[in-house]
């Protein structure tokens, strides 16, 4: 179901419900940054370049994979370019970070880079991967203008990699690593989301490899955007017990760095006992974890997201999407594209509701979408 709201098109939603937006969204500043009725900011734009994967992991989608957007409707790489100069130029926008569905599966990634590059020397760009398909793309990625890269590795274990991607593909993706790696995109980062009774009891190994390779690991709590709709808490292995595994190990200390909206909470890594004197020299290194549900940092929350098909989502968890698409494939410029991108991100709900609970009870509805729908 669509509904007109203006400029924007919200989905999926009713149509009072739909008016009701619309009337707040009236309200959004006419100029300026990204702003929200609470005075959050979006500064970090999040753009998926296609729903597609090459992997089906458990946590993501179904086995038999998704029914995936027709080709036509995905942007183009001549619309993401304009969607990133009205973000940077007029909007506030200070990085960015190229999503999916799996990024590498566009061909021309490398030219949307480029093009991004060509325009904003400086902006921080970002793309988040599987990593299949990445060592033989590293280097021309770098030579495009990408700055650092995250990759999703959950196990270093090639059964349980193949248990939980479904497909066998761990020499590919540590290959990728040690491309990005020599290709200079540094720091490259490594996603890992434990599943109870698959990997749950790999923390410890996973940031042994990290620490060993000068790679920093970020833990991320498994969200109820799965493609099978079967996520629940009990199920989920939550930040507390992941800092207590790794705690067994090394010891950890809250990094002093600010964390500014990030969504990973940072520990640096220290041998056991160093610590004890209260002086402590170099950690071995440094670990994050991302607890979106079980410790919730929406207040501080600075993204705003484009799903692959040009829809604006202001929180990874909501029911409402404004069609952005509408306007870039008509005769709108750039001033009008950016005021419906205002009046969507005005109307970000001050909080996802995911800290209680009964989350997984019939107080909590799970967006229609799954993750590789939506863009990380």
């Known amino acids: 179901m669509s509904v007109e709201l203006g400029l924007p098109t919200v989905r999926p939603t009713a149509g009072n419900v739909a008016a009701s937006l619309a009337r707040r969204a009236a309200d959004a500043p006419a100029s300026g940054p990204l702003l929200d009725q609470f005075g959050r900011a979006g500064t970090d734009l999040r753009i998926s370049l296609t729903d597609k994967c090459n992997l089906r992991c458990t946590y993501c989608m179904p086995a038999e994979g998704m029914d995936w957007m027709p080709q036509e409707s995905l942007l183009t790489a001549d619309e993401v370019v304009r969607i990133v100069r009205i973000a940077v130029r007029d909007l506030g926008v200070e ?215 040009g829809k604006i989502r202001s929180c990874l968890f909501s029911h409402e999407e404004f069609d952005l698409s509408l306007l870039l494939r008509s005769d709108a410029d750039d001033a009008a594209v950016g005021q419906a991108w205002r009046q969507a991100m005005w109307l970000k709900p001050r909080a996802h509701g995911m800290g209680r609970p009964g989350l997984d009870s019939d107080e909590y509805v799970q967006p229609e979408r799954s993750m590789s729908a939506i863009g990380g």
């Open 95 to 309: 990085k960015l970070r190229l999503t999916g569905g799996e990024p590498l599966i566009r061909p021309d990634l490398e030219a949307i880079i480029a093009g991004i590059r060509a325009e904003h020397a400086e902006l921080p760009v970002a793309i988040t991967t599987n990593g299949i398909g990445l060592a033989a793309r590293a280097a021309k990625l770098a030579e495009a203008g990408l700055s650092r890269l995250n990759i999703s590795l959950d196990t270093i274990d090639a059964e349980t990699y193949a248990t939980l991607a479904r497909r066998d593909r761990l020499t590919q993706v540590l290959d990728g690593i040690d491309a990005a790696q020599a290709a200079g995109l540094s720091p490259v980062k490594i996603n890992a989301v434990l599943m109870r009774g698959v990997n749950d009891d790999q923390a410890a190994e996973l940031l042994d490899f990290a620490l060993a390779r000068g790679l920093e690991l970020r833990f991320i709590e498994q969200m109820p955007l799965d493609g099978d709709h079967g996520w629940t808490r009990a199920n989920m292995v939550t930040a507390e017990e992941i800092r207590t595994q790794l705690s067994a190990h090394w010891d950890l200390i809250a990094d002093d760095v600010p964390r500014a909206g990030a969504p990973a909470q940072r520990w640096r890594v220290y041998p056991h006992a160093s610590t004890a004197s209260g002086t402590v020299g170099e950690p071995l290194g440094r670990v994050g974890i991302i607890a979106s549900v079980t410790e919730p940092f929406c207040g501080d929350c600075t993204r705003t997201r484009i799903t692959a098909e």
